[in-house]
């Protein structure tokens, strides 16, 4: 795979990884094994994809107040944790086995996510204790459906949990586990989908930095991958920032789907070959 490839293909897969929360590496990492790169060394150039494509992003939707900060901070206390036990145990398992572990996780997104489809807004959510000694809520403007939009959260403890195997995840396949993240976020938390997708992206980049260290100390993050795929996912990224809050939320979870699809068949067609 050559310079301009690779470049190309990070544009898109950061601009993908933006609108659905799912990070870019996620969408890199089947692709790569595809054209051959060992698994272990696509899963560490991904983890320098996701940062750049979190970078990317999350400024603009932080300013926007589409990223709920607050709740970024709580969750993001799980996925580290999770991301270094992670990655640390990919370094002892065999690389066939990621395959169909990350196609676990994936249709566990998929099944989760799917039940809430028709939904513009989460309905008739009622804050718990913790929800509200947290202060998890918020608000922002949303350009589709032209108007200020108030939300609340609920079940926070059951949410961590979820996060540290989404941050398991992340560091065993480098992919900042944004599908599950988000699977959590609006099925647990029961965060409307662009707040889910937006703070997904703010918190992937921190968990990608922990999980990122264990793979350059094990020698398996090659830069000559990992450069050009950074600064194409970045760019794709900027991209995805500027077009989210144009879209209704039931578009950017019909797009999370499908993407969700691609992923899993890839993921099981790899492990099976593999």
């Given at each position: ?139 922002y403007y949303d350009q589709a459906l032209k108007r200020q939009v108030s939300y609340e959260m609920t079940r926070p403890l059951l ?116």
């Amino acid at each position: 795979m050559n310079l301009s490839t690779i470049l190309s293909l990070s544009v898109v897969s950061g601009f993908l990884g933006a609108l659905t929360g799912l990070g870019g590496g996620s969408i890199m990492i089947p692709i790569l094994a595809a054209a051959g790169v060992p698994l272990r060394r696509a899963i560490a150039a991904s983890m320098v994809t996701i940062i750049a494509t979190s970078s990317g992003s999350a400024a603009s939707y932080v300013r926007d107040r589409l990223a709920n900060v607050r709740a970024a901070f709580y969750l993001e206390m799980f996925t580290i944790t999770g991301a270094i036990v992670g990655a640390t145990i990919t370094t002892l398992i065999a690389p066939r086995l990621l395959y169909f572990f990350f196609a676990a996780f994936l249709a566990t997104s998929f099944l989760g996510v799917r039940r809430h489809m028709k939904e513009e807004m989460p309905e008739n959510v009622k804050p718990d204790r913790l929800a509200r000694w947290l202060g998890l809520r918020g608000s922002y403007y949303d350009q589709a459906l032209k108007r200020q939009v108030s939300y609340e959260m609920t079940r926070p403890l059951l949410g961590g949990l979820g996060m540290f195997i989404a941050g398991l995840a992340a560091g065993m396949l480098g992919i900042g586990a944004g599908a599950f993240k988000v699977s959590v976020h609006e099925v647990v938390l029961r965060m409307p989908s662009k707040v889910s997708s937006t703070t997904s992206n703010f918190i992937i980049g921190m968990t990608a930095l922990a999980g990122a260290s264990v793979y350059f100390a094990s020698g398996l993050l090659y830069l000559d991958l990992a450069a050009p795929m950074a600064v194409g996912a970045t760019i794709g990224a900027l991209m995805g920032g500027r077009v989210l809050n144009r879209l209704s939320n039931k578009s950017v979870r019909a797009l999370f789907l499908v993407i969700l699809v691609y992923l899993i068949v890839q993921m099981l067609y790899n492990g099976i070959k593999a």
